[in-house]
Protein backbone atom coordinates (compact mmCIF):
# COMPACT_ATOMS: atom_id res chain seq x y z
CA UNK A 1 0.00 0.00 0.00
CA UNK A 2 1.32 3.44 -1.24
CA UNK A 3 1.71 6.14 1.68
CA UNK A 4 1.04 9.83 0.54
CA UNK A 5 2.12 13.07 2.17
CA UNK A 6 1.96 16.67 1.34
CA UNK A 7 2.71 19.57 2.63
CA UNK A 8 1.74 22.90 1.90
CA UNK A 9 3.73 26.18 3.36
CA UNK A 10 2.17 30.15 2.64
CA UNK A 11 5.83 32.43 1.92
CA UNK A 12 5.68 35.54 2.20
CA UNK A 13 8.75 37.81 0.93
CA UNK A 14 7.28 40.52 3.56
CA UNK A 15 8.39 38.46 6.19
CA UNK A 16 11.57 37.73 4.39
CA UNK A 17 10.57 34.44 2.94
CA UNK A 18 12.35 33.59 -0.52
CA UNK A 19 10.91 31.00 -2.85
CA UNK A 20 14.40 30.57 -4.38
CA UNK A 21 16.19 29.91 -0.95
CA UNK A 22 12.62 27.30 -0.35
CA UNK A 23 13.33 25.31 -3.62
CA UNK A 24 16.83 24.64 -3.12
CA UNK A 25 16.33 23.48 0.21
CA UNK A 26 13.63 21.33 -0.93
CA UNK A 27 15.48 20.09 -4.00
CA UNK A 28 18.99 20.03 -1.98
CA UNK A 29 20.53 21.71 -4.93
CA UNK A 30 22.28 24.97 -5.76
CA UNK A 31 19.95 28.00 -6.93
CA UNK A 32 20.70 31.53 -7.80
CA UNK A 33 17.82 34.06 -6.77
CA UNK A 34 18.14 36.01 -10.57
CA UNK A 35 16.38 39.11 -8.86
CA UNK A 36 18.84 40.02 -5.66
CA UNK A 37 21.66 37.87 -6.81
CA UNK A 38 22.02 35.54 -4.17
CA UNK A 39 23.21 31.97 -4.43
CA UNK A 40 21.41 29.43 -1.85
CA UNK A 41 23.15 26.11 -1.39
CA UNK A 42 21.89 23.13 -0.30
CA UNK A 43 24.18 20.37 -1.89
CA UNK A 44 25.07 18.02 0.83
Not at 15 to 38: L, Q
Amino acid sequence: MAIQFARIEFLSRSTGGDSCRKASYNARTIVKNKHTKIRYNFFY
